[in-house]
């Protein structure tokens, strides 16, 4: 009887594909293993080992597995019982996690190589040169890569050389599964053993003596072994003796010096610095005690603990606690880019013990981190990470601190898995047992929701650290201000006038513009026409730094135009406006200071965000003008105002949680302001000065905002009343994508209103219907309380089916997203 594996690929199928086993492959194998596996006519791909046992398949005969990649489990068992609820969940497949859980390296790429045909023996006149010499390249060697045949024959663009190779049968194309990750090396180097000896080291410099140069490397090396008693770099000699590389290859010829290469360690940490450690303040060792307490009852807790003061000093001591137990902890932020500042406190605090693990870090550098996590390495023991680092291989996890647990840059939006961050990890931490505190100064509705019925237990901070107070906060009628000829750009009078004195006084200024709507389009005044973007269904918006119009959503763009395209007429006004607008008022209005901004534009490329906070820091700008970004949860010393250029735009956008958002942007960036001994102050401008959010918000009325929304959400079957699943139609076909969203929306209709508790909305546009030249369409599925989530999805997967089979469909991507909000 054979043996057979369910292994899960990185791609989208349903379920998983079994292969056939050798004896001793099934011997070897083990649930988390990778395995190189056939797929398809040609395809090669890594799959991972799920089950090993012995039913074959019954719909095909089971091919044999080309390779098995790992020695002992890459993925561990609690991982793959996380994965399976990942799936399970946002309804998407195993593969699909997989594939967005493994450091691209470790999913091996089928990479095209090239050999000489197994049966050419011909005529070698009839090629060209190229062809001849690629041929003769291959004479020395078995298989080229595509990239080294380039090489060869000195061009980019092979492909064409390689097809009448081809074509002539000179050469046949080979797929090879290769092993991408390879640990970085550094290039050392020592004097040949040779010359150890006292006698012959001084017979060599004597021999030396009309070198002076090699000489000088000699002693130089001599000097670096004696001092640090640790391998020399090549490097290091090559800038401590002054000598070109040139003369140290001379020295290695000359069988004086040797060169040789070490694995390093890319995630070399800095020793932690015991002026990081603080004594916690009352509220804050209240806070702690209250937790601890609150963790022997339940898994998760909710510190709702105004800005500043001090959540991140009570994690810290929650982190020394699981490191006491020799646990390993999480700790989840927003996003990496954004938290500069926190990581580099807990790498003050923590010192070696914390990694970072990040998207935008090299695969060999996330490879590191996954092995360091796996092997409950020192060096690994916190880890800080986005979302993704919830899919980790970690071994006996303790605690998981979710940060700003409210911000929605936590889901994931495309691809599959579209998974909540804080959510995965707050499931995660239940397999392991351990315990998961959320933090926020503006708890999500529904993490205060879950705080108030007992799931979460619930603990506050209602003090601002050192006994700072909270920000003064004042609404600015700009209405009023219009009509009384107070305004001077979108500055009033009231804003002016704060902004003078604060900068008279030395301190510094934030300008808050919300990104949501803001965008400056351009718009005739004859015609009214203003341009679109000929991919998606947006105007463009004008980009004054460059003169340009762009598409926000597929970065079509071309030159600011200065006669309608439509009418011709010169009359172009450009409506709304943007930060760089606001930017450019500020800098007219308050040409003394300096004025800087920050949004998505300006701080593009590696370090442009970095650059701009700690400019911002070392105060080289007096006023800092940006959007959403520069609340998250920054810390400035100096910055005593804070400014909300309009506040309405996101009171009115179309979404059930605008006024939730509202509430916590405003309460966000006013927490900006005044975060040391003077008290802040924060202007709020609005054309509705009563709105109830603007109220709550410049009180401080978390409780009246979180019932108001609660009874809305009540009311209009809402999350958290209500759960959400929202299906989205994707295709290039207009009429497709209306007639499957129909199909849909009509079976669900069909399937679910006949019981109660479910509602069905849509099929709707959104307010951008086509991007990149796609249809978008969505209709949701609204399930109420008590419903069982896992039969509706059972349910909804059966329709899924039946809508895959639909031939017509077939161009339009339908998409499931659990808990989009
Ligand atoms: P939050 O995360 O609640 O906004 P932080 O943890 O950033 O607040 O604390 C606000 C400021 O107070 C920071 O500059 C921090 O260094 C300082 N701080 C907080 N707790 C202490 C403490 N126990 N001792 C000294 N400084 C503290
Ligand atoms: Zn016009
Ligand atoms: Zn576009």
Redesign the pocket.
């Known amino acids: 009887m054979s043996f057979f594996a369910d292994v899960i690929l990185p791609i989208p199928l349903e379920k998983q594909f079994t292969y056939l086993l050798t004896p001793e492959q099934a011997d070897l194998l083990q649930e988390g293993m990778r395995v190189a596996v056939p797929f398809g006519k040609s395809k090669v791909y890594t799959g991972l080992v799920y089950r090993v046992h012995r039913q074959p398949p019954q719909v095909y005969d089971a091919k044999p597995i080309d390779q098995v990649l790992d020695e002992t489990p890459l993925v561990t068992e609690r991982q793959l019982r996380h994965w399976e609820w990942l799936a399970d969940y946002y309804m998407c497949s195993l593969g699909d996690v997989f594939r967005a859980a493994l450091p691209s390296s470790l999913l091996l790429e089928s990479e095209t190589l090239v050999c000489k045909a197994g049966d050419f023996e011909g005529d070698e006149s009839d090629l060209s040169d190229e062809e001849w010499l690629v041929l003769e390249a291959l004479q020395h060697q078995p298989q080229l890569k595509v990239h080294e045949v380039g090489a060869v024959i000195d061009r980019k663009n092979v492909l064409p050389v390689l097809k009448r190779l081809i074509e002539k049968g000179v050469v046949e194309l080979k797929e090879e599964v290769v092993e991408q990750y390879k640990p970085k090396k550094v290039r050392y180097i020592r004097l040949m053993p040779d010359y150890e000896k006292e006698e012959a080291l001084q017979t060599l410099l004597d021999d030396l003596s009309r070198a002076p140069r090699q000489r000088e490397v000699l002693l130089t090396l001599y000097r670096l072994e004696a001092v640090d008693q640790k391998p020399v770099r090549t490097t290091e000699l090559e800038k401590e003796s002054g000598a070109s590389s040139a003369i140290l290859r001379t020295m290695i010829d000359k069988g004086i010096l040797e060169d040789y290469y070490l694995e390093i360690d890319r995630l070399q940490g800095t020793e932690a610095d015991a002026g990081a450690l ?4 009352e509220f ?1 060792q209240q806070a702690f005690e209250e937790i601890e307490q609150a963790f022997q009852f339940k898994d998760t807790v909710l510190l709702h ?1 105004v ?7 009570v994690y810290f001591k929650l982190i020394d606690r699981a490191l006491e137990q020799q646990k390993q902890v999480l700790f989840l932020v927003p996003e990496i880019a954004l938290t500069t500042q926190l990581i580099k406190r807990l790498e003050r605090r923590f010192g070696t013990k914390v990694s970072v693990f990040h998207s935008r870090y090299s695969s060999n550098e996330r490879v590191e981190v996954w092995h360091a996590v796996k092997d409950r390495d020192e060096k690994a023991r916190i880890v800080v990470g986005a979302r993704s680092a919830v899919l980790l291989p970690f071994s006996d996890l303790g605690l998981v601190v979710v940060d700003e647990e409210h911000e929605t840059s936590y889901k994931q939006f495309e691809p599959a898995p579209r998974y909540h961050g804080r959510d995965s990890a707050i499931v995660l931490a239940a397999i392991h047992g351990a315990k998961t505190l959320l933090g926020s ?1 503006t708890p999500s509705v529904e993490s205060y929701y879950n705080a108030r019925t007992g799931k979460y237990g619930l603990v506050q901070i209602t003090r601002r ?2 006994n700072v107070l909270m920000p003064d906060m004042e609404i600015c009628d700009i209405k009023d201000a219009h009509r009384r000829k107070k305004m001077q750009g979108h500055f009033s009078e009231r804003l002016t006038e704060a902004i003078r004195e604060c900068l008279d006084e030395g301190e510094q200024v934030i300008l808050f513009q919300n990104r949501r709507g803001f965008a400056p389009i351009l718009e005739c005044n004859t015609c009214g026409h203003s341009p679109q973007c000929p991919n998606c269904d947006v105007s463009l918006t004008f980009h004054k730094y460059k003169n340009q119009l762009r598409c926000h959503y597929c970065g079509h763009h071309m030159a600011m135009q200065l006669s309608c395209l439509a009418c011709g007429s010169s009359e172009l006004d450009t409506k709304g406006f943007g930060t760089e607008q606001i930017e450019a008022e500020a800098k007219e209005l308050f040409p003394g200071a300096k004025t800087g901004r920050m949004d998505s534009d300006s701080t593009r490329g590696k370090h442009g965000y970095e650059k701009i906070i700690s400019a911002f820091e070392q105060q080289e700008y007096d006023i800092l003008v940006g959007t959403q970004m520069i609340t998250k ?1 920054l ?1 400035f010393r100096n910055v005593t105002l804070v400014g909300i250029l309009q506040a309405d735009t996101m009171l009115n956008f179309p979404d059930f949680r605008a006024h939730e958002r509202s509430f916590q942007l405003i309460q966000q960036v006013a ?1 900006r302001a005044g ?1 040391t001994r003077k008290r802040g102050k924060v202007i709020i401008q609005s054309f509705n000065p009563h709105h109830q959010i603007l109220q709550q918000a410049s009180t401080n009325s978390y409780e009246e905002m979180f019932e108001d929304q609660m009874n809305e959400r009540r009311q209009f079957h809402y999350p958290p009343v209500y759960k959400m699943i929202k299906f989205v139609f994707k295709g290039r076909d207009y009429n497709r994508v209306n007639e499957a969203a129909d199909w849909y929306a009509g079976a669900l209709r069909n399937t679910f209103l006949s019981s109660g508790g479910f509602e069905v909305l849509g099929p709707e546009f959104p307010p951008v219907a086509r991007i990149r030249n796609r249809y978008h369409k969505h209709a949701i599925l609204k399930i109420g309380p008590g419903v069982s989530l896992k039969q509706t999805k059972a349910v909804l997967k059966k329709i899924g089916k039946s809508y895959t089979a639909i031939a017509n469909f077939r161009s339009v991507r339908l998409i499931n997203d659990v808990d989009n909000y």
């Open positions: 603080f004594e916690l303040n804050q603990g800005t500043s003061s001090g959540k991140t000093e100064a650290f050192g949860g810390d927490g975060r």
